[in-house]
């Protein structure tokens, strides 16, 4: 049963690197599993209980709202303010276009809950203007495709929504360990940008001249909304005034106001977004509902009792667990997405991490910024071909060269967040 186990796994991963969507490779892997372990008609009755189990937890209502929030955002045109404000004050420092384009990542990042996204919107408003101002590309794509990772990691995220159901863990608590993590790492992408700009100044452009400080403020003031939402968010979650779904209802009733009263939301694209959000949102239940089916299979061959108790009879350290968790996910992010990667992995490590004491909210955060690691090396890097589409000149081994040197930052930083592991939890307790 266990080779069973074992030569499924290795066919979902075949499948998914040929291109078949996660969701059905799953689904397909999962039924013909449990039929051959049961019967037809044992796996007919297990999607029917999945389909139910997964479809009436109250918290999935979360994940079409945050993408439906984050859409209407991309339409009123607010991440444009954020990067004109951002430019505005931080123009003056070397490689200041380039480290304002971090924090504007980060802020659309706090709304969007979605690292394409993010890279997607922001790309297409950066990239030119730093090209106007005569940024090295490398430089210029390489920050955007990295710091489109902030969209994940500061919440709300979808793929924190994603974890917290797979594993039971509060959706709040993840919400709340994320937000210091995503600051420190903004604040290393900056200090990254300050280092290769003294080292090759031909990649930090031209001089920006700080407008006056009137219109600093003005700048300001026009991305306080966004601000005031996020704050109110995250606060509402911290103090527990309102629970994660409640809070995506709250987010999207409160874009649609501003969008109302700015007018900077038309039907057509009210209507762009709810079908975007439709969309996205079924393409992640069907993926939660096969990761379900595929869980379940592996449980009945005891592939994962196996694993498990194999892991804890090698008598692994904290820190050799999570070295070999390190490697593990950088690997995979060569062939799998951040969803592909966590839906593989999680259901056989998150027991064995449990049985090393390890906190689980801990645990999350920091899987999800390793696996994000992934969304920007080659040869998958989906955050580098979002912006390849903005920046269809620059080949591609100039974007993901651009990459490198956030790539070691991040690493730096999760080498920091196992020794420290406070840094992501003192907010929760």
């Not at 779904?245 to 999207?252: D, H, L, Q, R, Y």
């Amino acid at each position: 049963m266990i080779a069973l186990g074992t030569g499924a796994f290795v066919l979902l991963i075949l499948l998914i690197v040929i291109g078949v969507p996660i969701g059905l490779s799953l689904i397909a892997v999962g039924i013909g599993g449990l039929a051959i372990v049961g019967s037809l008609s044992t796996a007919m009755t297990q999607i029917t209980l999945s389909f139910w189990s997964e479809g009436t937890k109250f918290v999935l209502i979360a994940i079409p709202f945050y993408i439906l929030m984050g859409n209407l955002i991309y339409h009123t045109g607010i991440a444009r303010n954020m990067f004109r404000a951002a430019s505005y004050w931080l123009s003056w420092m070397p490689g200041g276009l380039a480290i304002a384009a971090v924090f504007a990542c980060a802020g659309f990042g706090a709304v969007s809950g979605s690292s394409t996204a993010t890279a997607r919107t922001m790309g297409a408003i950066i990239i030119p203007e730093m090209r106007r101002y005569g940024y090295g590309m490398p430089l210029s794509t390489g920050v955007l495709s990295a710091s489109g990772t902030l969209g994940i990691l500061i919440p709300p995220s979808i793929i924190m929504i994603f974890y917290g159901l797979m594993t039971e863990t509060s959706i709040g608590a993840l919400f709340v360990a994320g937000v210091v993590p995503g600051l420190i790492i903004a604040l290393i992408f900056a200090t990254t940008i300050v280092l290769i700009v003294r080292i090759d100044p031909d990649q930090g452009g031209h001089q920006v001249a700080a407008p006056a400080l009137a219109e600093r403020v003005r700048a300001l003031l026009g991305v306080l909304p966004v601000l005031g939402l996020f704050t109110v968010l995250l606060g509402g979650l911290y103090l527990g005034v309102f629970t994660p779904t409640e809070g995506s209802v709250i987010g999207v009733f409160v874009v649609l106001v501003l969008g109302f009263f700015q007018r900077s939301l038309s039907f057509d694209a009210i209507r762009a977004s709810l079908t975007d959000a439709a969309l996205m949102s079924t393409m992640l239940f069907v993926i939660i509902v096969g990761g379900t089916l595929f869980t379940r299979f592996l449980v009945q061959t005891g592939l994962i009792e196996a694993i498990t108790g194999a892991m804890l009879a090698m008598d692994l350290g904290y820190f050799q667990f999570i070295f070999a968790v390190t490697l593990l996910y950088l690997v995979l992010g060569c062939v799998l997405d951040v969803f592909g990667m966590l839906i593989l992995t999680v259901p056989i490590l998150y027991p064995i991490a449990m049985a090393l004491g390890i906190d689980p909210v801990w645990f999350g955060i920091y899987v999800i910024i390793v696996a994000e690691i992934g969304l920007v090396t080659p040869p998958l890097g989906v955050n580098v071909y979002v912006i390849k589409t903005v920046a269809q000149d620059v080949p591609l081994g100039k974007i993901f060269l651009g990459c490198m040197p956030f790539v070691v930052g991040i690493l730096g930083f999760i080498g920091l967040l196992a020794v420290f592991p406070q840094i992501a939890l003192f907010l929760v307790e």
